[in-house]
């Protein structure tokens, strides 16, 4: 009986060469290095520099017309002991309340419907929803004031069919957040939805069909299937829109510039009226150096709470 020998393997160079190995090494760890020096000199330049700079400069009694002089911690003092400041905080926190779990919501709905339908319906639905995120955030803000205008706009109008009288939505300190929250959901809902989509189309079809056979309804397999599997989308989306929508800018300062009586005064619009306003630059910088302690406070509790999980294939 002829024995069948097994294949000849084919040595490695590079295992049987560790000089010639390193060597390789050393010249793709140059190339990667090489490739990264231009991000990291553009993020030395225009982020690390200007931080470390704003830190410098949240310690000094400084503005544009006189040379810094060293206060320590009086900015931050005097930060943390204005009423106007906490307030904004306060009132960023329950704009987030009333646009984050809003959008969450009826960016998971949708993406529901767009992944049950048709591929060609589902594209015309994906490019609706796309659309309010390529607008501009001061174009929508014009938008929505002509429409809450409160002589001639389009919701006081149609109001008005029902024998309403007409509410001045931006006059109003009652009604201006909540008036402000609406858009801002319509413009952070497209890309949300469509991060979403991605992250259901990966889903295995074969979980679905195995919960199927066993007799389980939409809503079990949104609980125990599509929820679970998109476990770190969805706190990645949490963090993302919790932090865009407590920096939120462009529509307070469009449509209300602060008011009524600072219903809407936003803590990133309290900074810039605050930097815009007062010659010294100090103060604004503290509080700006704050309010990114508050969003990276609050983002490490939410990272805590909703821990991520690794994927498993």
Not at 31 to 44: C, D, E, I, K, S
Not at 109 to 120: E, I, W
Not at 148 to 165: H, K, M, R, V
Request: glycine share 6%; aromatic share 14%; net charge neutral.
């Amino acid at each position: 009986m002829t024995s069948i020998s097994p294949p000849a393997t084919t040595a490695d160079p590079l295992a049987e060469n560790p000089a010639r190995h390193r060597r390789f090494r050393y010249r793709y760890a140059k190339l990667a290095y090489l490739m990264l020096a231009p991000a990291v000199v553009l993020l030395g330049i225009f982020v690390i520099w200007p931080a470390i700079y704003a830190i410098y400069l949240s310690f000094q009694d400084w503005s544009f017309y006189k040379a810094p002089s060293f206060v320590g911690f009086q900015n931050f003092v005097n930060v943390l002991t204005d009423p106007l400041f906490s307030d904004a905080i306060v009132r960023g926190l329950k704009f987030v309340l009333m646009t984050v779990p809003i959008m969450l919501v009826l960016a998971f709905l949708f993406s529901c419907l767009v992944v049950s339908v048709g591929k060609k319906f589902a594209t015309v639905l994906k490019v609706s929803i796309y659309l309010p995120t390529i607008i501009s955030t001061v174009i929508t803000s014009i938008i929505f004031t002509i429409i809450y205008d409160y002589s001639g706009g389009l919701l006081n109008w149609l109001i008005g069919l029902f024998g309403l009288d007409a509410i001045p939505w931006l006059g109003d300190p009652k009604y201006a957040l909540k008036a402000i929250a609406i858009p801002a959901i319509w413009l952070g809902m497209g890309l949300t939805s469509l991060i979403m989509v991605s992250a259901m189309v990966d889903i295995p079809e074969e979980f679905y069909e195995a919960a199927s056979m066993e007799g389980a309804n939409w809503w079990k397999k949104t609980i125990y299937i599509t929820i679970p599997q998109m476990k770190n989308v969805l706190l990645y989306l949490l963090v993302t829109d919790f932090v865009a929508s407590l920096q939120q800018y462009e529509l307070p300062l469009v449509m209300t510039n602060g008011g009524p009586l600072d219903s809407t005064m936003l803590p990133n619009l309290f900074i810039f009226s605050h930097f815009r306003g007062d010659p010294t630059v100090g103060y604004s910088i503290a509080a700006a150096l704050l309010l990114f302690v508050v969003l990276g406070a609050i983002s490490a509790v939410i990272f805590r709470v909703v821990s991520s999980e690794k994927s498993v294939d």
